[in-house]
């Protein structure tokens, strides 16, 4: 079967870093995204990423390993307003998006 | 940036009454457009994927006669919630793709937020 891993939730400190895992295994690979959720609204993308490496942008970079099927996204100089939850969602073979229960960051003063 | 628009964003409706609910694009044409349902705390559940001038595929356990979608141009999709009851109640989110890009990103309605009494 498919299957999205990421923890389910994180505290972290204003100005700090965090990095939030992702692990998968799903029918083939098309990309792998990150997308912001703030309560009561929906998705917003972050970051894509299909080769392996690292995509910086801005105050969030992503990671990428497709051999150990695994990514990370990185969220440097944490901002209270960065409190939301992060979903990883794997594009698979068929292009459907498979995705991750999300991660709740908590972001402490 | 391409637009994703919803409408109603919030509906409260009496129990075996009709929801309908819109999703456009509003400045790129979407050859598919994705419809989502997500409880509290939970995450993104597809319910169905909708391809402009066939019909939908639904995810399974998705009851289609439930659900109608219409996708009947290449920037609206319609899903209709019929009779609806209270475990209807959830956030609907829906999401077009936009064929020009080359990683076929799924761009987010803002979500309509359905509660049946």
């Known amino acids: 079967g498919q299957n999205i891993d990421q923890p389910t939730e994180m505290t972290a400190t204003e100005g700090a870093i965090v990095q939030i895992n992702c692990t998968y295994q799903?029918?083939?690979?098309?990309?792998l995204f990150w997308y912001q959720q703030h309560a009561g609204e929906a998705p917003t993308f972050l970051s894509y990423?299909?080769l392996d490496g690292l995509e910086e942008k801005g105050r969030f970079s992503s990671f990428l390993s497709r051999s150990k099927g695994y990514s990370y996204l990185l969220l440097k100089e944490l901002q209270m307003k960065d409190s939301a939850s992060y979903l990883c969602?794997?594009?698979?073979?068929?292009?459907?998006?498979?995705w991750g229960a999300g991660t709740k960051l908590i972001i402490k003063p | 940036g391409a637009v994703v628009s919803q409408h109603p964003s919030r509906v409260i409706c009496k129990s075996g009454t009709s929801v309908k609910i819109e999703c456009r694009s509003l400045?790129?044409?979407?050859?598919?457009m994705f419809w989502y349902r997500q409880f509290p705390k939970q995450s993104l559940m597809l319910m169905a994927t909708?391809?402009?001038?066939?019909?939908?595929?639904?995810e399974q356990g998705v009851e289609k006669d439930k659900f109608l979608i219409n996708h009947a141009s290449l920037t609206l999709s319609t899903l209709t919630v019929t009779s609806a009851h209270p475990e209807d109640s959830s956030f609907y989110i829906c999401?077009?793709?936009?064929?020009?890009?080359?990683?076929?990103?799924?761009?987010f309605g803002p979500g309509t937020r359905l509660t049946v009494l």
């Open positions: 990423n299909v």
């Open positions: 999401s077009a793709r936009d064929s020009r890009t080359g990683y076929n990103e799924q761009f």
């Open positions: 909708s391809n402009e001038g066939s019909k939908a595929t639904y």
């Open positions: 799903t029918s083939g690979f098309n990309g």
């Open positions: 400045d790129f044409q979407a050859t598919t």
């Open positions: 969602a794997v594009m698979d073979s068929n292009y459907q998006l498979i």
